[in-house]
């Protein structure tokens, strides 16, 4: 067992985390004012009484930006850092006041008067299409087959809608950034990002620097999902220009409340489809459009939308398919990146699809998914056109299947049901086919800076960042393996833009597959070097000089690790290396929808079990079994963690975690108050999570694993489909539940009673 490298620190509160620097003398905080309304024009600002409020410095607004006043991740200019004519979004931005301590700059931003001219606010996707369907950015369109003729043609045709809600980050560790000014106008920034290479950019092209001006260091972040990967820029670059105008350090620091109304969530959508089938629940075309609800902004919501249409038939093949993408502009936060970049909200439409063949014929939806698997022959295309070679599915269900005793718990379920008027129980079993890699090719790129000292002890610095998630652990495990040597002779440090530079963002599940492909790569090139060096020192082939645990074996001679080092350093061998790796066999074209944009899939199942009371909608999830592929496991312990947490915060996503705005735009959920994440009493009464030990990557990656960060939040379909058979049991599982997300109890009841009143 090897725990995660920061264990340690966080059970005893020594992790540093951004707040817990020691801010240099002098350090100015600084807060946002931001937005009353959520659309119309600002007709006048006031901060006189900002101004003069106790422990106020000044105040920073877009006519003290010295670069440009654009903060979105492409560059195109649609996200401003300050709004000065117009506002898109309740809560945007307007300016920020700098104080001698945070509670006097965050008291003072309350005293800004600003006038609007106030316009009638668009806020979620029916509203935007009643509107004329106004888009950040055009969509995307998979297809293949004539989808028309399979639906005219099919037995069966089921016509829907689905609305899928967002979901708040909810990161234990706020946004926050502290930057400390220097010499020539340069920033040194600690922050709490995903994509230290983004914030970079973003902060330069702010300040009006090249980007060597800009220095981003993120030792961990108290956990992202996401919400990090654009989001943090903002606070980032808030910081950086008071640090400019006021020549002093400077912290953003935001209330939970605050940072929960300007940050983007999970996208939440509404999918119209139509499914058609056979007799026997066999798909024989889908069509369907998904509208996205992206905000005032585009920031990822292309790639996000792009990955749920990629995703849209999960581990099922369709014979003929047309899926579509909306991107619809809303006057709300700009949504984001979020654990599954759109994936989950792609299965969560297909497997209501399975759920509507199996109520609509009588059958068990495990039933319905199994007979639509991709099957490794003819039937092994996705809709985009790359061959799932590697299927594995019909095994890890047919396993689960069997510890999971589901056959006969669901024939008890049943016949519980039959005599038990007010608790209702559900069983349901969901795959997850998950794809691995970048779409955008050019993020498909990952790199290390690896040095080894003359005590041989290591140093390295890499492109991924750790917020929990153990990345930092399972790269040192990977460069101690390959060089030999004890897990306490490497040591990592803080990811940073002057150390390793244009690195990918550490979202996507990727941070192992591409940054500890360049640790190996690093690792590689200096063992060369020592073998090289070996070969000459001692007169023997390559072949005689063998690395074992903590030394080298050199012909007849066994060196100790720090004796070789420090021999290779006298000959003056170089003992640092920049490794890098770039994904391999990848290709998309967007405008056709056509590529194999994943290196390889994951494949997992779930089987959860609940009970409902009839009278209220509250529920309990009774039992969870989970098994799931991560190839052959770097470190186990860390891989179940990832498997248990993703499937709670997914489990949260589906059923507690409601986002509302009002009528004017504003969110109302916007603290724990009122927004309700899993707590340790929700999670399943009996929870069972195993990996399937057996699988081996055949793709190209480090020690044949796969990754593991996302694929578990879709496993939580499982509760999802469990409360769709519980629901659907008050009516004699004659009719599909059409459960939306969150199914909150008020949900589930609501679904209850609407069965209840259909089988009069």
Not at 729 to 752: G, I, N, W
Request: proline share 4%; net charge negative; glycine share 10%.
């Amino acid at each position: 067992m090897v725990p995660h490298d920061s264990a340690h620190k966080h059970v005893t509160g020594r992790a540093e985390y951004v707040d817990d620097i020691p801010e240099p003398t002098g350090t100015l905080h600084a807060y946002l004012g931001t937005a009353a309304i959520a659309s119309g024009e600002i007709t006048g600002i006031d901060v006189g009484a900002v101004l003069a409020a106790p422990g106020v410095v000044g105040v920073i607004t877009a006519a003290d930006i010295p670069g440009k006043n654009d903060i979105s991740p492409a560059g195109i200019g649609d996200d401003t850092l300050f709004c000065e004519t117009s506002v898109t979004y309740h809560g945007q931005p307007i300016f920020a006041v700098v104080g001698r301590t945070r509670d006097a700059a965050r008291r003072a931003a309350k005293l800004a008067k600003i006038s609007y001219a106030e316009t009638v606010p668009i806020l979620d996707v029916r509203a935007a299409q009643e509107a004329g369907g106004r888009v950040v950015a055009p969509g995307m369109v998979i297809q293949n087959g004539n989808v028309k003729a399979a639906l005219e043609a099919a037995a069966h045709v089921v016509r829907g809608s689905i609305t899928i809600g967002g979901q708040e980050h909810f990161y234990l560790e706020g946004q926050v950034s502290l930057v400390v000014p220097g010499e020539d106008g340069e920033v040194t920034l600690h922050t709490a990002t995903q994509h230290p290479s983004d914030t970079q950019d973003v902060v330069a092209r702010v300040l009006g620097l090249d980007a060597n001006g800009v220095r981003v260091h993120v030792r961990r972040m108290g956990g992202g999902f996401g919400g990090k990967e654009t989001q943090g820029t903002l606070f980032a670059a808030v910081g950086a220009v008071a640090a400019r105008k006021f020549g002093r350090a400077i912290k953003v620091r935001p209330d939970r409340d605050d940072d929960m109304m300007i940050t983007g969530k999970r996208h939440d959508y509404v999918v119209d489809y139509a499914v058609g089938f056979d007799d026997n629940g066999i798909i024989a075309g889908v069509e369907a459009d998904y509208g996205a609800r992206c905000g005032y902004s585009l920031d990822l919501s292309i790639g996000v939308t792009d990955r749920t249409l990629m995703h849209a038939s999960n581990a099922y093949y369709f014979p003929a398919t047309r899926v579509a993408s909306q991107l619809y502009y809303t006057n709300t936060v700009s949504n984001t990146a979020f654990r599954g970049y759109g994936g989950p909200q792609g299965l969560v439409a297909v497997e209501r699809m399975i759920e509507e063949i199996a109520y609509t014929l009588g059958l068990d939806t495990l039933e319905v998914r199994k007979r639509n698997f991709y099957d490794g022959a003819k039937r092994n295309a996705t809709p985009y056109g790359q061959e799932v070679r590697d299927n594995i599915m019909p095994r890890i269900i047919a396993e689960l299947e069997a510890s999971s005793e589901y056959q006969a718990r669901r024939a008890e379920i049943i016949a519980h049901n039959r005599t038990n008027p007010i608790v209702r129980r559900g069983i349901g079993m969901v795959p997850v086919k998950f794809g691995i890699s970048f779409s955008k090719k050019v993020m498909n790129q990952g790199a290390v800076l690896l040095t080894i000292y003359r005590d041989g002890s290591v140093h390295v610095s890499q492109g991924g960042t750790e917020m929990g998630q153990g990345l930092h652990t399972k790269i040192m495990q990977v460069i101690a393996e390959e060089l030999h040597i004890d897990l306490s002779r490497v040591r990592i440090t803080a990811t940073a833009t002057d150390k390793v530079p244009n690195a990918a963002p550490t979202a996507g599940s990727l941070g192992t597959d591409l940054n500890g492909m360049a640790a190996i790569d690093a690792t590689r090139q200096i063992k060369q070097r020592l073998v090289e060096f070996a070969m000459d020192a001692y007169r023997v082939h390559a072949e005689q000089v063998v690395f074992e645990h903590e030394a080298v074996r050199v012909g007849r001679h066994l060196i100790a690790w720090p004796e070789m080092i420090e021999q290779a350093y006298g000959a003056r061998v170089s003992l640092s290396a920049a490794g890098f790796y770039k994904t391999p066999h990848i290709s998309w074209d967007r405008k056709a929808g056509k590529g194999s944009p994943y290196l390889y899939f994951t494949y997992g199942a779930a089987c959860s079990e609940v009970a409902v009371d009839t009278l209220t909608g509250e529920y309990v999830v009774l039992r969870t079994d989970i098994l799931q592929d991560v190839g052959r496991s770097i470190n186990r312990d860390i891989d179940i963690g990832q498997i248990e947490g993703g499937f709670i915060q997914g489990m949260g996503w589906l059923t507690t975690e409601e986002l509302w705005w009002d009528s004017k735009g504003r969110l109302r959920t916007h603290a724990p108050s009122t927004y309700k994440i899993p707590v340790a009493s929700d999670r399943p009464r009996i929870f069972n999570v195993a990996l399937a030990e057996w699988s081996i990557n055949e793709a190209p990656t480090v020690r044949n694993s796969k990754a593991v960060g996302e694929p578990p939040i879709m496993l939580a379909i499982a509760v999802l489909d469990a409360l769709g058979m519980a629901v659907a049991s008050v009516a004699d599982y004659r009719k599909a539940p059409h459960l939306d997300t969150p199914a909150t109890p008020e949900r589930v009841l609501m679904a209850m009673e609407r069965l209840r009143a259909e089988a009069v």
